[in-house]
């Protein structure tokens, strides 16, 4: 597996974005590969020789499927920040990550109650998911050493707010909700997308200030 080039001294929100892509599409086709071949005996080196890890293909090599097991669960992810948080290493709970965990759990039991199946509304359930856990990687630890890498995940997170708030206006125009909970939906995705705008007008702030011969953000 080739890794991608890293740019000199400290990586923009650019560099961060480009290689989270990479990593988002190789992550992807393990997946699609895992779920291929999780029968066959011989798994491990078939998916090593699928995805290009020629490396990984002898005695000692098949330790990377060790370490690729961590990506087989978004919830996964999601649950070994939560449990730093529990621990107290260092996560700090944003106002952000509260309003969106609580965003989620709002959603899963207003489409419970309105027995909504929509695909629409199994996308707001999902983007509300993945707008919960790219806040959660984007805000975790006390200090931000990586700006780009905050900014990157803080983008991601917005796109999911964006896609969100698309997918509730989606289910109330198929299968309208009770009058006063559309705009209370609305509501709630708004303030965290507006939240978002604004702390990542914060850290590129910070990134210039940091950085003044860079002209990024």
Request: proline residues 5%; charged residues 30%.
């Amino acid at each position: 597996m080739a890794d991608l080039p890293e740019p000199e001294g400290a990586w923009d929100e650019y560099a961060w974005e480009k290689f989270l892509k990479e990593q988002e599409r190789r992550t992807g086709k393990y997946m699609e590969l895992l779920e291929r071949y999780i029968d066959d005996p011989n798994r491990d080196q078939i998916i090593a020789q699928e995805m290009g890890w020629y490396h990984l293909l002898d005695r000692d090599g098949l330790l990377w499927a060790e370490d690729m097991d961590s990506l087989s669960s978004h919830q996964e992810e999601l649950g070994e920040i939560e449990q730093g948080a529990e621990a107290g290493d260092g996560y700090r709970h944003h106002p952000l990550c509260s309003a969106a965990s609580e965003l989620a759990v709002w959603v899963d039991r207003l489409l419970e109650r309105e027995k909504k199946t929509l695909p629409c509304a199994v996308k707001l359930t999902s983007q509300v998911a993945v707008l919960e856990a790219k806040l959660a990687l984007a805000l975790a630890g006390d200090e931000v050493d990586e700006i780009g890498m905050t900014l990157a995940y803080l983008k991601r997170a917005l796109r999911a707010a964006n896609q969100a708030l698309e997918a509730g206006i989606q289910s109330n125009q198929q299968c309208p909700f009770p009058p006063e909970t559309a705009p209370e939906l609305e509501r709630r995705i708004f303030q965290i997308r507006d939240g978002i705008v604004e702390l990542m007008g914060v850290y590129r702030a910070e990134w210039r200030r940091r950085h003044p011969k860079d002209r990024t953000g």
